[in-house]
């Protein structure tokens, strides 16, 4: 196949891959649709690229402005994975630096193709598009992904050996005879060049997919796991989990208790101040609760205004002293909504299982009821049953 039917397919291919990432990408949820957008704007700007090599073949445009133009419209298609990227990941970048890349390389090559410094055109050009692939590595490699997550530490390696690549490009003048003056010209690094392109093309466009559907999957592990306002776990995850710690606690022949948790007078934070304002109050509770229980302790939110708190291996004694150091904690977190401050409270039932049968509907039952007691006494305060 001669290069020239090579970069009509790889136009096709990049445009078509490009048009159907932008058919499907609406139904996603926000942050992968605006992924998906920028990956697909990126492929067709890398399909702009190619073609514009089989237009000037077909002398279709004058060559200097097909060698300038596909190289900034390749490194802007490169830095729009680095978008997609950090788009998915729900990061912020800076877009005023990356348009500044952008622009820069469309100066340089303009600059250079006038000036007729073409191996000077060639180093800037590998050493911008070397950058970019680094920093979609280092994007890609960054630890914060949840661990697991292979599928980021693969495309990242890719982006780092095609990233080295490049560079080996920027310093070809210092290793080769002759260095390179057109993007035809024909030498190993050329060849290594070309064929790491080639490569992170269709590979890179596997692993973004893949990348999307691991998002996907996230996603929709989040939603089905977590309460969306509060992001703790919600009623039916947490049943789930306490489950499985009655077996252990029944197996290990160890207490386990429960907390049901309700914030006092909550109609009176909505009816005063607002549905957002009881939203907020809702979360500020919630993250109290998180700062002040033990990492292996079960925190959800059952329903409206009701919190549980599944605490394994703690007898009805230190499960009070819990309940009363977060009811403590809820009283003196503040919580300003507005710049007015909001008093919170909240009455806590406590139950223990100390012996057969462990079973969490009985735990479930004997909270509740000592929760009624606290509330019937007054409220902000803890009982035990
Ligand atoms: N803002 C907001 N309010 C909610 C949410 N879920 C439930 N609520 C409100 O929580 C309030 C619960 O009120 P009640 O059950 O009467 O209890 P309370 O006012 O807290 O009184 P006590 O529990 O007896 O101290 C209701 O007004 C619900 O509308 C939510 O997700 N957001």
Redo the contacts with the bound molecule.
């Keep these: 196949m001669d290069p020239y039917t090579f970069y009509t397919l790889l136009t096709l291919a990049s445009v078509g891959k490009a048009g159907m990432i932008l058919l499907v990408a609406p139904q996603y949820p926000g942050r992968i649709t605006r992924g998906m957008y920028a990956w697909a704007l990126g492929g067709l700007m890398m399909g702009m690229n190619f073609a514009l090599f089989v237009l000037t073949a077909r002398s279709l445009v004058p060559e200097p402005v097909a060698l300038g133009g596909a190289v900034t419209l390749g490194i802007g298609g490169t830095l729009l994975v680095f978008v997609a990227v950090q788009e998915l990941r729900e990061r912020v970048y800076s877009k005023f630096a990356l348009l500044g890349v952008f622009v820069f390389a469309a100066v340089a090559n303009a600059y250079t193709l006038h000036a007729g410094h073409d191996g000077l055109r060639i180093s800037v050009n590998s050493v911008l598009a070397a950058a970019v692939f680094f920093m979609i590595a280092h994007a890609l490699l960054r630890p914060d992904p949840p661990s697991g997550r292979s599928i980021y530490r693969v495309t990242g390696f890719l982006a780092l050996a095609i990233s080295m690549v490049l560079a080996i490009r920027a310093v070809s003048p210092l290793i080769l005879d002759s260095p390179i003056v057109h993007p035809m010209d024909e030498n190993w690094v050329q060849q290594l060049t070309y064929s790491a392109i080639l490569v992170g093309n269709v590979l890179g466009s596997l692993c973004f997919g893949l990348i999307v559907a691991e998002e996907l999957n996230a996603e929709l592990h989040q939603l089905a796991s977590f309460d969306s ?1 509060t992001r703790i776990y919600n009623r039916r995850v947490f049943e789930n989990l306490a489950t499985d710690e009655l077996l252990r606690a029944r197996t290990k022949r160890v207490p386990v208790s429960l907390l049901m948790i ?10 005063r101040h607002g ?5 907020a ?2 979360v500020r509770v919630a993250e109290t609760m998180e700062e002040s229980l033990r990492h292996r302790d079960l925190l959800c939110r059952y ?3 009701e919190f549980g708190v599944l605490l394994p291996a703690t007898a009805r004694a230190q499960a009070l002293r819990i309940a009363e150091r977060l009811r403590l904690a809820t009283m003196h977190a503040g919580f300003l909504y507005g710049g007015e401050a909001i008093p919170l409270t909240v ?1 806590i039932g406590v139950a223990c299982i100390e012996g057969p049968p462990y079973d969490l509907s009985l735990l479930k039952h004997d909270a509740d009821r000592a929760l009624y007691v606290a ?1 019937q006494a007054g ?1 902000n305060r803890v009982a035990v049953v």
């Design positions: 306002l309700d914030i006092d007078h909550f109609k009176q934070v909505n009816d549905h957002a304002a009881g939203d109050a809702l329903g409206g205004e009455s509330k409220r």
